[in-house]
């Protein structure tokens, strides 16, 4: 290396010595512009932060909890979280912590819980605030049932279909089957050979 290629790696150098801390101190004056991360995404679904709509009922005369703590975790799985992520409300927020829209729910859920109304109630509450999206599974009712039928219904007409099969088919093997087993062979010779023969057995005699 001759001494003009020394001195030109040399001051390239020093450019980027003095241009890095410029472009660290740019970066970090953006990042702080930009705030912190809103979490408006979870690790597969884009999160609605917006869609926690509050649930209030006044609370009961005398109200005490008719609900453990146990008893509203199952409710809690029985309420879908309305962020978008396709769980329920316990196990979104126990599982993804960037969500804001399963707490919020969890504390309507404890409001309600607080104020001496049952799990009936509660989620009763919440389909008048959400309608029925916000349940996991529909209600056992209406136009409904057929969900929960239809499968079960489809599943014994194929099983009565396939045992009138097999009922025909042992019908039909029944019938054939001794028929076939038992009937004589006839001869294939036609009248002519069998006239020959006839008198060459004769002769024969």
Request: charge should be neutral; include cysteine; proline fraction near 5%.
């Amino acid at each position: 290396m001759n001494r003009r290629d020394f001195l030109v790696r040399l001051g390239l150098g020093g450019v980027a010595t003095m241009v890095a801390p410029s472009l660290r101190a740019q970066s970090d004056t953006l990042a702080r512009s930009a705030g912190p991360a809103q979490g408006t995404t979870s690790n597969l679904f884009n999160m609605d932060q917006d869609a926690a709509l509050t649930v209030v009922r006044p609370r009961k005369r005398n109200a005490s909890p008719l609900l453990t703590a146990d008893d509203r975790d199952a409710l809690e799985h029985q309420l879908r979280c309305q962020c978008g992520c396709t769980l329920d409300v316990y196990t979104c927020r126990t599982t993804d912590f960037n969500c804001q829209v399963s707490p919020a729910m969890h504390r309507d859920v404890m409001a309600l819980v607080d104020g001496g109304y049952s799990a009936q109630e509660i989620i009763d509450a919440f389909v008048q605030t959400y309608g029925e999206r916000v349940l996991m599974a529909p209600k056992r009712e209406g136009f409904n049932m057929a969900g929960y039928i239809m499968p079960f219904a489809a599943l014994g007409v194929g099983a009565a279909a396939l045992a009138g099969v097999l009922h025909r088919m042992r019908q039909r093997g029944a019938a054939t089957g001794p028929a076939a087993s038992t009937a004589p062979v006839g001869p294939r010779a036609t009248a002519e050979e069998l006239a020959r023969l006839d008198a060459a057995i004769r002769r024969d005699e």
